[in-house]
């Protein structure tokens, strides 16, 4: 599957995600995995993950669907949703991701507040590029890390997401580029 001719990272939107953020994601993603990116939509919609239970989309079924739809020279996917995301364990994700899979997604409902006392977007945009960051680490095989400044740390509130830097801490980068390596002798 990831042979060398899968050389894309695909940024999916589902849904009103405007240019504003995808532009900076798009860059980002670039910087810290070194593939070209791409802006596709792969999915029209997400309802058949939704749970009116819940009033929450159950997202691994989403992953699914996004790794089954990613064309043959995508190394890996993010979509980007604006709905409300769940995984069974949690009441809420900001996103989720195949560990060292094909497909990731971030949500922006979460990470959106605290902007109403904010007087600019900056900060909400960098939660989101963390995020978007974090969740693709993971496809790429990167687990949790201690660092609290590292874009591999988890994070439980929106403090803890400003409190990351926007590096991946020295040990999550030499396991990014063993990976990166591994991939493509493949
Ligand atoms: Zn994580
Ligand atoms: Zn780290």
């Known amino acids: 599957m990831n042979s060398k001719s899968a050389n894309k990272i695909i940024i999916s939107p589902i849904g ?3 240019p504003d953020l995808l532009v900076p994601i798009a860059s980002e993603l670039n910087r810290i995995f070194g593939y070209p990116t791409e802006v596709l939509s792969l999915l029209d919609d997400i309802d058949f993950a939704f749970q009116p239970g ?3 989309y159950h997202s691994t079924p989403v992953l699914e669907q ?3 739809s990613a064309p043959a020279d995508a190394i890996k996917v993010l979509a980007l949703v604006e709905v409300d995301l769940f995984i069974p364990i949690l009441t809420h994700v900001y996103g989720e991701a195949q560990l060292g899979g094909k497909a990731c997604i971030v ?3 979460r ?3 605290g902007r109403s006392y904010q007087n600019t977007q900056e900060p909400f945009q960098s939660r989101i590029v963390k995020e978007a960051i974090h969740e693709l680490g993971h496809t790429f095989n990167l687990r949790h890390c201690r660092e609290h ?3 591999m740390h988890y ?3 929106e403090s803890d997401v400003d409190r990351k830097s926007d590096q991946l801490c020295r040990y999550c ?3 990014l580029e063993d990976e990166i390596k591994r991939m493509e002798v493949k």
Do not use: F
């Open 173 to 175: 980068k030499v396991l």
């Open 107 to 109: 949500s922006t409902i």
């Open 155 to 157: 994070c439980r509130d």
């Open 54 to 56: 819940r009033n929450q």
């Open 16 to 18: 009103d995600i405007t």
């Open 111 to 113: 990470l959106n507040e």
């Open 149 to 151: 400044t590292c874009l």
């Open 66 to 68: 996004l790794a089954l």
